[in-house]
């Protein structure tokens, strides 16, 4: 199984989690979906995976999800993929190029999902977004709530992942834990160590249930 995460400290809380289980590769990927879906690619070009997990820490929705929790994508998708219009946003679906929503695999996603909260963890399940620029302001997060009202979290790059995966053939999934609520930029509020704490748990349970 492959693990794409983004920089140096996510790939560091993953390896501690799963503590040298050989079943799992960690790749730092890159920060962004391009760069993301460039290096996962390019691995799973060059050796075959039975399954593909982006994973990392993200910026949780209020009401869908707490600071340090999990969040396991239910489905990921691209929210910044489209055309502004005079009405407002258009995804690719609306527009008839394709789609911005890719399907995780459901029956992996669950199972992860209930053994993390049967290890005490607080986790929650819903959509995981991607964006080239993430949401800094209080006018874009209730936007996304309006086109998106499940939406649990926002990152950059699971889309990216999951759109190397799908060309590849190989299922996927997304899980992130939350180090900041998505909105106005508020970097004293943010609790990175917690949530990388939080993913340094989360994949000792997904060397544990895979």
């Known amino acids: 199984m492959l693990i794409v995460t983004s920089v140096g400290p996510e790939h560091d809380a993953v390896v501690r989690g799963l503590n040298g289980d050989k079943r799992f590769e960690v790749l730092i990927g890159g920060v962004g979906p391009v760069s993301a879906a460039a290096s996962t690619a390019r691995a799973l070009a060059g050796k075959s995976y039975e399954l593909v997990i982006c994973a990392g820490i993200a910026g949780g929705f209020a009401g869908q999800a707490e600071m340090g929790s999990v969040i396991v994508a239910n489905e990921i998708i ?8 005079p009405d407002g946003f258009c995804s690719i679906d609306e527009l008839g190029f394709g789609s911005a929503r890719i399907a995780v695999d459901a029956a992996k996603a ?3 999902t209930e ?3 049967a290890a005490g963890v607080a986790t929650a399940s819903g959509p995981v977004l991607t964006l080239s620029t993430v949401t800094g ?5 209730a936007e996304l709530v309006n086109r998106i009202p ?3 979290a926002e990152a ?3 889309f990216g992942v999951a759109t190397a995966a799908k060309a590849a053939g190989v299922p996927v999934l997304e899980i992130r834990t939350v180090s900041n609520m998505v909105g106005p930029r508020d970097r004293a509020a943010w609790r990175i160590k917690e949530a990388l704490e939080a993913l340094e748990a989360a994949s000792t349970v ?3 249930v895979l």
Request: hydrophobic fraction near 50%.
């Open 156 to 158: 950059m790059e699971g």
């Open 110 to 112: 669950t199972r992860v």
């Open 137 to 141: 302001t209080a006018e874009t997060a």
């Open 115 to 117: 053994a993390l909260r």
């Open 78 to 85: 691209a929210a910044d993929l489209g055309a502004q219009t």
């Open 206 to 208: 997904l060397a544990e």
């Open 150 to 152: 499940s939406a649990a």
